[in-house]
């Protein structure tokens, strides 16, 4: 993300003096997040990233960073020993990675470059407690604080045990990579699903039931995702085998045969994050408007995908920009939404679909 664009939204505040924050401290927790993955516009994917967010007095960091795609080095899907060597690195107990005791506190969730730009901060001690300082948006070796630096966030002052402990949990091991198992009866259909899932890093596989699927595989799931064509007793029995195999799963019933929906609807389902911690908290579709719920500044896109006469999909996008917090409405093009059809708003860390028409009076296809 381009410096400029990211301080039109966080420079409205001179930052306060460390020496005058002395006694003020900042609580600091952990909580899962996603950056979406999914099929866009056109046929790009954006690749799915779990990872470990930043909570900062009970508000996650990055969403004070307004319109930013990017994700913390606590990662769900690097090797263990990155994993550990990025937790160990936030505890001090290594070299700072970058020159001034610079640390990388969200880069690129597309690669680890820092020539896509990061935002990086000087993590230091100050006797028993942490202190996190002079935030910026970096791009190469050495951080420029009066072009690029973030003046209204921090510095923040946390209690060293409350910190520590926070990050010692992570120790030894890494988060488990999230998969999916589909279930359902066009195989043409998932298989495409499937591999648009890998293609964005979620793991997934193809099965007609669970009957030979050992308990300790069950557990590895993170959501099962049944076609349209999967009957209440075969759903049934698929619930029944994961509760017995104590596996703590999502369920998803396919809107369509429609991809890109499909991928947003799983996406939807593994975001685990607390409700009250996600940026995109609602999308409904009523008289020809969706209204849009935020929770902070952030680029939202809303996009209609739907199916023809001819089982055809069409996609189009409906709206792209920045919202504040709150409730949005925004008018409907209603070409965009007739017949079968489907919304799917995306922002950074989270998805949601809705359907926007009643469904049709007809069977639809099933997969």
Same mark, same amino acid.
């Given at each position: 993300m381009? &410096? +400029?664009?990211?301080?039109?939204?966080?420079?409205?505040?001179? +930052?306060?003096?460390?020496? +005058?924050?002395?006694? &003020?401290?900042?609580?600091? &927790?952990?909580?899962?997040?996603?950056?979406? =993955? =999914?099929?866009?516009?056109g046929g790009a994917y954006q690749v799915h990233r779990d990872f470990l967010d930043f909570v900062v007095d009970g508000r996650p960091l990055l969403h004070q960073l307004s319109d930013l795609d990017a994700v913390s080095p606590l990662a769900a899907d690097v090797p263990p020993a990155v994993f550990t060597d990025h937790v160990r690195r936030l505890l001090l107990d290594g070299e700072a990675p970058l020159p001034e005791g610079r640390y990388v506190i969200y880069g690129c969730p597309e690669c680890e470059s820092l020539a896509c730009g990061a935002v990086t901060a000087v993590i230091e001690r100050d006797g028993d407690d942490v202190v996190w300082r002079d935030f910026a948006w970096q791009t190469d070796e050495t951080a420029d604080l009066d072009l690029n630096g973030y003046r209204g966030i921090g510095p923040f002052r946390f209690h060293g045990a409350q910190y520590r402990t926070e990050l010692e949990?992570?120790?030894?091991?890494?988060?488990?990579?999230?998969?999916?198992?589909?279930? %359902?009866?066009?195989?043409?259909v998932l298989a495409k699903l499937a591999a648009a899932l890998r293609t964005i890093g979620v793991g997934a596989d193809i099965a007609e039931d669970t009957v030979a699927v050992p308990p300790e595989e069950l557990r590895a799931y993170g959501a099962v995702a049944f076609g349209r064509a999967v009957g209440r007793e075969r759903r049934a029995a698929v619930r029944e085998a994961f509760a017995r195999a %104590? &596996?703590?799963?999502?369920?998803?019933? =396919?809107?369509?045969?429609?991809i890109p929906v499909l991928v947003a609807q799983i996406e939807q389902a593994l975001d685990r994050s607390p409700p009250e911690r996600r940026r995109l908290t609602r999308l409904a579709v009523t008289g020809g408007e969706a209204t849009v719920e935020v929770t902070s500044t952030c680029r939202v896109q809303l996009v209609a995908h739907r199916l023809d006469r001819l089982c055809r999909t069409r996609t189009q996008e409906l709206f792209d920009g920045l919202?504040?917090? %709150?409730?949005?409405?925004?008018?409907?093009?209603?070409?965009?939404?007739? =017949?079968q059809s489907f919304l799917v708003a995306r922002t950074m860390g989270g998805v949601l679909v809705a359907p926007a028409?009643?469904?049709?009076?007809? +069977?639809?296809p099933s997969r």
């Open positions: 381009p &410096a +400029e664009h990211e301080h039109e939204h966080n420079h409205e505040h001179d +930052e306060v003096p460390i020496e +005058e924050r002395d006694h &003020a401290y900042a609580s600091f &927790a952990l909580a899962p997040a996603i950056r979406a =993955g =999914g099929v866009l516009t949990r992570l120790l030894p091991s890494a988060p488990a990579r999230r998969r999916v198992l589909l279930i %359902g009866a066009r195989v043409a %104590g &596996a703590d799963v999502a369920y998803v019933d =396919g809107f369509a045969p429609i919202l504040e917090p %709150g409730t949005h409405r925004i008018a409907l093009d209603a070409r965009a939404v007739r =017949g028409t009643a469904p049709a009076s007809r +069977e639809p």
